[in-house]
């Protein structure tokens, strides 16, 4: 007879195993996308520049650029624009788990990090309730899980001002962070949608943004052993989104089968 410890090592060992071959299985497709994405956005870059060069030689041809041209000289810089943070976010999603240590993060000194990068507006009150101070991740997975999530509540709130509120917390065998805004919620029929990569619930000339922050929380998660779930505040505004990552060893033995299936230099 099998004990409860023999049955449980057996369905981690399993699900161990699962994720190991999940990974092996995306690294072709994870080592494409890295590649493209680095070569395309060299590219890219050049491409966002020239308008502007053309734009300068003509004025010091002495030639007076017409408004319509102007226009539209501002439009390709802010679409190649747009094409370089795609090719951003494609590298990061592309990363997750990838030529990093698995170590102790302090999550407030990771929030002060990512406050300086990301501009929240100042009519947001930002709240930490950082319950569980520390957590054992790779410190890029971290900062991008975190950039993602204060980032999209920032974007998709519908006023001006709102609170933000960042938590942490000790579950036993598991560490919960989750990022809380005001803002409108998302509709049920998109809880899953939100989280496939590139897709966006409003159009990008409304919105800044690429639509692989929150793919990119998922797949940070699911590498870990961890899950994210969206929640909606009964009777209130707001979004929930809870990340819920496996404690100490689980991630050792994790980090070992990403390392090890994923290995292309960043």
């Given at each position: 007879?099998?004990?409860?410890?023999?049955?449980?090592?057996?369905?981690?060992?399993?699900?161990?195993?699962?994720?190991?071959?999940?990974?092996?299985?995306?690294?072709?497709?994870?080592?494409?996308?890295?590649?493209?994405?680095h070569d395309l956005?060299?590219?890219?870059?050049?491409?966002?520049?020239?308008?502007?060069?053309?734009?300068?030689?003509?004025?010091?041809?002495?030639?007076?650029?017409?408004?319509?041209?102007?226009?539209?000289?501002?439009?390709?810089?802010?679409?190649?624009?747009?094409?370089?943070?795609?090719?951003?976010?494609?590298?990061?999603?592309?990363?997750?788990?990838?030529?990093?240590?698995?170590?102790?993060?302090?999550?407030?000194?990771?929030?002060?990090?990512?406050?300086?990068?990301?501009?929240?507006?100042?009519?947001?009150?930002?709240?930490?309730?950082?319950?569980?101070?520390?957590i054992e991740i790779?410190?890029?997975?971290?900062?991008?899980?975190?950039?993602?999530?204060?980032?999209?509540?920032?974007?998709?709130?519908?006023?001006?001002?709102?609170?933000?509120?960042?938590?942490?917390?000790?579950?036993?065998?598991?560490?919960?962070?989750?990022?809380?805004?005001?803002?409108?919620?998302?509709?049920?029929?998109?809880?899953?949608?939100?989280?496939?990569?590139?897709?966006?619930?409003?159009?990008?000339?409304?919105?800044?943004?690429?639509?692989?922050?929150?793919?990119?929380?998922?797949?940070?998660?699911?590498?870990?052993?961890?899950?994210?779930?969206?929640?909606?505040?009964?009777?209130?505004?707001?979004?929930?989104?809870?990340?819920?990552?496996?404690?100490?060893?689980?991630?050792?033995?994790?980090h070992s089968e990403?390392?090890?299936?994923?290995?292309?230099?960043?």
């Open positions: 007879m099998r004990t409860g410890m023999d049955i449980s090592t057996e369905k981690n060992g399993s699900a161990r195993a699962g994720r190991a071959e999940s990974a092996s299985g995306q690294k072709p497709l994870e080592d494409f996308i890295y590649l493209i994405s956005r060299n590219s890219v870059r050049a491409l966002t520049e020239l308008p502007l060069w053309i734009k300068e030689d003509l004025e010091k041809s002495g030639v007076q650029v017409p408004g319509p041209v102007d226009e539209h000289i501002a439009m390709m810089t802010q679409q190649t624009r747009r094409i370089d943070r795609m090719m951003i976010d494609l590298l990061i999603y592309s990363r997750v788990g990838r030529m990093q240590e698995v170590e102790q993060v302090a999550l407030d000194g990771a929030l002060d990090a990512v406050l300086s990068d990301v501009r929240v507006p100042s009519g947001f009150t930002l709240e930490r309730r950082l319950d569980c101070p520390q790779g410190n890029r997975d971290i900062m991008t899980l975190l950039t993602a999530l204060v980032s999209n509540a920032v974007k998709h709130c519908d006023h001006d001002g709102g609170k933000i509120t960042v938590g942490s917390r000790d579950l036993g065998d598991s560490i919960e962070i989750s990022v809380t805004d005001e803002g409108p919620g998302i509709p049920v029929k998109f809880r899953e949608t939100v989280f496939e990569p590139m897709k966006t619930l409003r159009p990008r000339d409304e919105v800044e943004g690429s639509g692989m922050g929150l793919a990119s929380v998922r797949k940070i998660a699911e590498f870990y052993g961890g899950e994210v779930d969206l929640q909606f505040l009964q009777g209130e505004r707001g979004t929930a989104i809870r990340v819920t990552l496996p404690k100490n060893g689980t991630l050792h033995s994790l990403g390392a090890a299936s994923m290995s292309l230099s960043a």
